[in-house]
């Protein structure tokens, strides 16, 4: 079956590297397109993948052997404009995958330099990437990656997009009311509007998906072969909420919740990110069409996801203590949240469900490559909303998350006793 | 009386330098800050000012001189961080008037870089500034200068930036849902956001004023002195709608309406907009409060304005024709319009309505300086929403706003020649 190639943009990252093999499993022709940025970052931060992940040439050159599929690999950043222009016109591609952004909430929220860099870097790329689709690929599907953070926490149900108002005896149908977050959340919003935009003076076709919070990190494909692995990150700045409590749970660490623990948000397995994509790309918007699926499966306050994570440890008779920080966000801590996600359902999909069998499955994951978990990151959350991101929490400092330093070490040896100290006494 | 100082950024500007003067005549101690770059903009894209203007330090002086007070000047580029954390640090500005900005949409649709630098420079400017005040003027009032066009035209009332929303049996008061027209529309609302967004993490308070559509040039101040002129644009890039109608009747040329000319909007004196602001200056908002006010006193569609013109010609004995060019935009050209304006209202401002009056007088200042018209910048609109912007509404080129050539200097001058003989024709 010959189909248009498809340009998986971000194909290094979390969810990049799982959906290129997904989709090439299922017979697309794969282009990832990747700066490799986010291991710069990672230097940056001191953070790392707990799974140990290959590099690109690698994992492509693994990916053919075990399966003799291809997956064409190049290096490029977006913001490269004549780059993604000659790329876009070379390839003239069917449908191009955008996860190519920085992603993080609380990177966002270190400093200037890092909110700057954050929406410069997610809408200058997005905006390459829209003229030279206008230019070179007009009919081209664009998937972008959007989050169910755009929207924020209103006190109405929230549609998929748009919204039918009616004020004043008069009605129309409106982009949905948006409420993002932090400066990251602010630029998936801008790009929102942008592709929007696009679509409609340029006859561009865009799905938006609006994705809430990923977990776990087993697709069919990534499971193939440990060399296939894809990136989980559990530190306070790049973890998702429920990978971080499955790794404080696999060390018998208290599960850290910020503030009350009832901020609502939708959840998803990340195999039904992949297939959420692959229907999205199965069933084009027609030319000229901007449109939003909700991409999540289940909603869940954080204090019920520490509570289920809880619930599954002692089910094993392992008991699991929850603690409330600080909360180092501005946001809601308990308030109405009822989000539609109906559109990814009537296309197929099959939602995996949070069961406690997920949860051992990430937890078990986890005990294998315990020994690569950096305590100091378990620690504390080391950015707030409103005085930005030092590690102590201090006054900011001109670049609060310091790349490994001596000083560093020595606090993370500190920790690493603390946290053994600490795992001792709970057994 | 003492008052804390305010600063007007983009005080070089058609609106900036009226509102500094305005400000200090009322007794503000005021800090004006430019970059200067409209001038560069104007070398690029081979426009200027009809009516000539001094440069800024002529005109501080000039201010002086006739006054006696004094308005303080700085060179400074918003995008520069370093400049304008040190500049919002030493003056600790009771409020700031943030005219600062690329501020034409036909410049932002010219082609990528244009629309890049449109969105970059106007985000990272006003983020820049946020963080700014954040550290160190946190009480500080910001007053931005939004647009109207944040809207587009829905099929319902606009509101002042909330509306109140009742959905499936729920209510909530949530930010009006925004479709804006161009690159740097979209450019405006990204601010919105941001803005909305710093409010709320960090209690910093704003006004963000949704403009109209500005008419006219003689402010009490501004008429003083001729050295004292703010800038008079009438071009396809820079020139607002009845500017250019005025400079077109002015030299008995027909009026050029976009397409069917149903596109309504908020339109304003002038001398109105400097009154607004400085409404929204003495009345600030609560601390972390974010505010719209819609500033704009009527609203008229193109093709009314037009008639307008034709009418106060007519009075006259003066014949005006009026004539339906193709619609380089990408927008509806007839639809409602319902736009609130209630609250500079309640704060005290009295309109200047648009009459007959206002229209003739615009028209005897450009036939003061009708010798300065550039008859090709009245010839054609020369940036097109699908295909960007070329002289000739030709294909692409990479920079498709030239800078006056040997080749434009020819046209320009055949040009004059068909517009004299025009003119010639007509009297």
Chains 1, 2 share one sequence.
Not at 231 to 246: E, K, P, S
Request: charged share 20%.
């Amino acid at each position: 079956m010959s189909r248009g190639s498809v340009v998986v943009l971000g194909v290094d990252g979390y969810l990049g590297w799982a959906t290129a093999l997904h989709l090439s499993a299922h017979g697309h022709q794969v282009l990832g397109i990747d700066s490799l940025v986010r291991r710069r970052w990672d230097r940056e931060c001191g953070t790392r993948s707990l799974i140990p992940i290959r590099s690109m040439p690698q994992r492509i050159k693994l990916w053919q052997k075990l399966t003799g599929r291809t997956i064409a690999w190049q290096r490029l950043d977006l913001c490269n404009a004549a780059a993604v222009t000659e790329m876009v016109r070379q390839v003239r591609p069917a449908a191009l995958i955008h996860f190519a952004e920085q992603r993080s909430a609380p990177f966002s929220m270190i400093d200037r330099p890092h909110a700057v860099m954050t929406q410069v870097n997610n809408l200058v790329g997005t905006l390459n990437l829209l003229f030279a689709l206008r230019d070179h690929a007009p009919n081209a599907h664009l998937i972008k990656l959007g989050t169910m953070g755009e929207y924020g926490t209103p006190n109405i149900d929230i549609e998929e997009g748009f919204l039918t108002i009616s004020h004043n005896g008069r009605q129309d149908r409106l982009p949905f009311p948006m409420q993002p977050g932090s400066f990251y959340h602010l630029s998936k919003l801008h790009d929102s509007h942008n592709i929007q935009f696009a679509g409609r003076v340029w006859g561009l076709r865009a799905t938006d998906l609006h994705q809430g919070v990923v977990y776990g990190s087993q697709t069919d494909e990534v499971a193939i072969h440990p060399g296939l692995a894809t990136r989980f990150d559990y530190d306070a700045i790049w973890g998702t909420v429920l990978n971080r409590f499955c790794v404080q749970a696999a060390l018998g660490l208290p599960l850290t919740v910020y503030g009350k623990g009832g901020q609502t948000r939708g959840f998803l397995d990340i195999r039904d990110t992949v297939a959420c994509v692959r229907l999205a790309l199965d069933n084009p918007p027609a030319q000229g069409e901007y449109r939003v699926f909700n991409q999540f499966t289940e909603q869940f306050s954080v204090k019920a996801l520490a509570g289920k994570v809880r619930e599954a440890r002692a089910a094993h008779g392992l008991e699991t203590e929850i603690v409330h920080l600080a909360n180092p966000r501005v946001e809601r801590e308990a308030h109405y949240y009822n989000a539609k996600h109906q559109k990814l359902l009537d296309l197929g999909l099959q939602p995996h469900l949070l069961g406690d069998t997920l949860i051992e499955s990430v937890i078990e994951l986890v005990q294998r490559y315990a020994g690569r978990v950096d305590p100091v990151e378990l620690e504390q959350p080391n950015v707030d909303w409103r005085r930005g991101g030092t590690a102590g929490w201090t006054k900011p400092l001109p670049r609060p998350v310091v790349v490994m330093s001596g000083a560093r070490r020595e606090r993370r040896a500190a920790a690493a006793e603390r946290l053994r100290a600490g795992i001792d006494q709970r057994r």
